[in-house]
């Protein structure tokens, strides 16, 4: 007798479900990549946001924790409940606010997995004119192992700024587009005029590669930044006097008359909120001041450059 021929449904279903070993299979050795170390967590979900219907966006977060190492199955359980993540989650289906938690329950896990030498996220911030951007500047140029993070502006350059360097310049559109697909670890409207924002993505790469992260945001922001990642060192630069931080201001001559004023009021509230810190910093020598910060970076190279 004739062997029966498989009907068109048969071959549809033989291939699909040809198709879905082949998908368990890629999947298994994707978890099996992170077992073994030889790709971060991070990384593997950076792919899944990128193509939630790619191999690593089909992983659910439950099998996706489990490979990790030292993530059992009852520990996978506490941290999918604290993070809000329902067991059925695949990581390409989340959403944005339950990927920033995820993410930053990674890093913080990376970052204090190791131990005092760990890679740091330090956050400077300070009054108006107090020399934040001029000690920011002298890291950039004499820590060059420091990841400085570029920050996006709704403010137009001033000569001389360099795109990705000095800040990415982008329109409201831009930023408002940056803030829905949550790709700011933290944001601000400064001065009452424009926004300011701390792109995630390179923070996070950063501290996942070991490298010490310095953010130099104002105070919203530094407070912004407690909340989603606890274990950053936050840092208060402190003029020497008063008189000293109005010399600077004036000094600087970026301001109106009646901008400095607006700028000043702001300050005194500003210089109230330092006990919120965990350092505090007075600069009265820039590089001074610059060796006290990178001291908290935790460096795992240290040396300045002459
Ligand atoms: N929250 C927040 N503040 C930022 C960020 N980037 C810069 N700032 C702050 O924005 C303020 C204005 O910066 P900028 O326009 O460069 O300089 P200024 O006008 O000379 O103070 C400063 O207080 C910075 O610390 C950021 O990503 N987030
Ligand atoms: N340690 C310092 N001693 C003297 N002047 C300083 C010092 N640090 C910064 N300045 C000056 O103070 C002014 C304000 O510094 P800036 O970096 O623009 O402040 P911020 O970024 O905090 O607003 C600038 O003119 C700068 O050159």
């Not at 068109?8 to 099996?32: C, E, Q, W």
């Not at 792109?199 to 590669?209: F, M, Q, T, W």
């Not at 003029?239 to 109106?256: A, M, Y």
């Not at 001291?295 to 300045?304: C, E, H, I, V």
């Amino acid at each position: 007798m004739a062997e029966k021929r498989p009907t068109p449904p048969d071959v549809d279903r033989v291939a699909a479900s040809r198709a879905a070993v082949a998908a368990r299979r890629a999947r298994a050795a994707v978890k099996t990549q992170i077992a073994h170390g030889k790709r971060s967590a991070l990384e593997v979900l950076a792919v899944a946001t990128e193509s939630p219907e790619g191999i690593e966006g089909r992983l659910r977060v439950t099998e996706f924790l489990v490979s990790i190492p030292a993530i059992g199955v009852t520990k996978m359980h506490r941290i999918m409940e604290k993070l809000e993540i329902s067991p059925s989650k695949r990581l390409g289906g989340l959403g944005k606010h339950q990927l920033a938690r995820l993410q930053d329950f990674l890093t913080t896990r990376t970052t204090s997995r190791r131990g005092e030498s760990a890679a740091r996220l330090v956050v400077l911030a300070g009054p108006t004119a107090v020399g934040k951007g001029t000690v920011a500047a002298y890291i950039r140029q004499h820590y060059p192992d420091v990841h400085l993070s570029v920050s996006a502006t709704t403010r137009a350059p001033r000569p001389g700024e360099t795109e990705g360097v000095s800040y990415f310049f982008v329109d409201d559109a831009e930023f408002d587009r940056m803030v829905d697909a949550g790709e700011l670890l933290e944001w601000a409207t400064v001065h009452n005029a424009y926004r300011y924002g701390t792109p995630r993505g390179p923070v996070d790469e950063a501290l996942s590669h070991g490298d010490s992260v310095l953010l130099e945001i104002d105070i919203q922001g530094a407070r912004a930044v407690r909340r989603a990642m606890p274990e950053a060192r936050l840092v208060f630069l402190l003029p020497p006097t008063w008189e000293e931080l109005l010399r600077r201001l004036i000094g600087r001559d970026t301001e109106s008359g009646a901008e400095q004023t607006r700028r000043l009021e702001t300050a005194k509230l500003e210089l109230a909120a330092q006990g919120e810190f965990d350092f505090r910093v007075v600069n009265h020598d820039v590089a001074e001041a610059a060796r006290e910060v990178v001291d908290l970076l935790n460096l795992r190279k240290a040396p300045p450059l002459p």
